[in-house]
Nanobody
């Protein structure tokens, strides 16, 4: 049974940083694409960043490239999202997801597994 468990969210002041973690279990994720998405209140879920579990490929939404960095620790089966220079508009629930195929990484409907989400709140 595949499980994705996010952690690391919380309340932070504008300009601060957070590192989100996504612990993956239940299968081998070699060949998978792991993504981070977010959903703000009243808005649709949107792509943030993704990476290939194998290799060095990373992908970012142009909206956040430069402030957010996605990475992984194979030994811990964990994917991270480092978020710097946070803004109040970054307030959202952040989700980790796994995409088993070579499908477009930026589309949430291509992801097979999802975590429960972690709340990030940025105060002004």
């Amino acid at each position: 049974q595949v499980q994705l468990v996010e952690s690391g969210g919380g309340l932070v002041q504008a300009g601060g940083s957070l590192r989100l973690s996504c612990a993956a279990s239940g299968r081998t994720f070699s060949g998978y694409t792991m993504g981070w998405f977010r959903q703000a209140p009243g808005k649709e879920r949107e792509f943030v960043a993704a990476l290939k579990w194998s290799g060095d490929s990373t992908y970012y939404s142009p909206s956040w490239k430069g402030r957010f960095t996605i990475s992984r620790d194979n030994a811990k089966n964990t994917v991270y999202l480092q978020m710097n220079s946070l803004k109040p508009e970054d307030t959202a629930v952040y989700y980790c997801a796994a995409n088993s195929g070579e499908r477009a990484y930026y589309a949430d409907y291509n992801y097979d597994y999802w975590g429960q989400g972690t709340q990030v709140t940025v105060s002004s």
